[in-house]
């Protein structure tokens, strides 16, 4: 059979070829990224209820890792993708309804959910 691919090109569009559009990344990193983040810090979250319910010493333990900067980054991160995760899921669920579907429009609310993400990230840090 002859060789229907002679330049070695991609037979097909590829990530090599095409930019991927916002929506894309809100889709990879809003959704499937965060969701696997915030059970990471689930887990951090749980040893260190754990560790208080353990004693003191396991709690001084649990404490000064958090309070270390793996764990002000860690937690730091963990609100971003909260709220990233949580404004991702409003546009998912607007979404289902079969509404705001477009080319601008979604692109409008990739832009709306990471200005809301950003302003209720600071929010957070203020409260805390």
């Given at each position: 059979?002859?060789?229907?691919?002679?330049?070695?090109?991609?037979?097909?569009?590829?990530?090599?070829?095409?930019?991927?559009?916002?929506?894309?990344?809100?889709?990879?990193?809003?959704?499937?990224?965060?969701?696997?983040?915030?059970?990471?810090?689930?887990?951090?979250?749980?040893?260190?209820?754990?560790?208080?319910?353990?004693?003191?010493?396991?709690?001084?333990?649990?404490?000064?890792?958090?309070?270390?900067w793996f764990g002000i980054l860690a937690l730091g991160l963990s609100v971003i993708g909260l709220w990233l995760h949580y404004f991702n899921g409003i546009r998912h669920l607007i979404w289902d309804t079969?509404?705001?579907?477009?080319g601008k429009a979604v692109q409008r609310s990739a832009y709306i959910g990471l200005a809301a993400t950003a302003v209720m990230v600071v929010l957070t840090i203020i409260a805390a």
């Open positions: 059979m002859a060789d229907m691919n002679p330049q070695g090109r991609p037979l097909s569009p590829h990530l090599q070829v095409y930019r991927l559009p916002l929506n894309a990344y809100m889709s990879i990193i809003g959704q499937r990224v965060t969701g696997v983040a915030m059970a990471a810090s689930m887990i951090l979250l749980a040893w260190y209820f754990l560790a208080l319910a353990i004693g003191p010493e396991a709690f001084a333990t649990a404490e000064a890792v958090l309070t270390s079969g509404s705001y579907f477009g």
